[in-house]
T-cell receptor
């Protein structure tokens, strides 16, 4: 059973702080890692992806991947109230076909308080 | 450009009815995925198409669920004899790239979803 685990939260941070969201995965064959943001009643929106160990930065967002520890994280700098949402971690695995479907964690709800 | 579109956005069905959910992927996207999202949970994979070929249907929960993509573009997810446990949001996603090389991008972009309520 391939599993992706996230703390459901809520994670509450003050405006302007750094929000740190974490995700662990069970299968060492995991290939690609994605962070999606989902506002209440909306569909998931891709915000970051990372394939290699280390950090990847895009604006206020930094994704960190540690394959040895099977751990991926998302840092949000200068958090804004508009960042309040559920953040979904998703992983693809090598498979017999070319599909590479996403396996999602349950999501972490982030609340940024003004 | 236009994103993934889905219709209807909301569907209420009486138990036992058949429903059909439509997905229009981003133009030129080869790969199309269907996911089911229950309230408070992450999406779960249902099925995958590469062009018109359904290459993986391992996530379909029962033989009441059927999906097709006959011309390699628009896809339809059909649920026969709906049950209350089918109530969920059904998400469609499309992706430009496919393949097994590790550095190929596999980003998937989601449509707005169809919220199905079975009464």
């Amino acid at each position: 059973q391939k599993e992706v685990e996230q703390n459901s939260g809520p994670l509450s941070v003050p405006e302007g702080a750094i929000a740190s969201l974490n995700c662990t995965y069970s299968d060492r064959g995991s290939q690609s890692f994605f962070w999606y943001r989902q506002y209440s009643g909306k569909s998931p929106e891709l915000i970051m992806f990372i394939y290699s160990n280390g950090d990847k930065e895009d604006g206020r967002f930094t994704a960190q991947l540690n394959k040895a520890s099977q751990y991926v994280s998302l840092l949000i700098r200068d958090s804004q109230p508009s960042d309040s949402a559920t953040y979904l971690c998703a992983v693809t695995y090598r498979s017999g076909n070319a599909g590479n479907m996403l396996t999602f964690g349950g999501g972490t709800r982030l609340m940024v308080k003004p | 450009g236009a994103g993934v579109s889905q219709s209807p956005r909301y569907k209420v069905a009486k138990r036992g009815q058949d429903v059909a959910l439509r997905c229009d992927p981003i133009s030129g996207h080869v790969s199309l995925f269907w996911y089911q999202q229950a309230l408070g949970q992450g999406p779960e994979f249902l099925t995958y198409f590469q062009n018109e070929a359904q290459l993986d249907k391992s996530g379909l929960p029962s033989d009441r669920f059927f999906a097709e993509r006959p011309e390699g573009s628009v896809s339809t997810l059909k649920i026969q004899r709906t049950q209350q446990e089918d109530s969920a949001v059904y998400l469609c996603a499309s992706s430009l790239a496919y393949g097994r090389a590790p550095q190929i991008s596999y980003e998937q972009y989601f449509g707005p979803g169809t919220r199905l309520t079975v009464t």
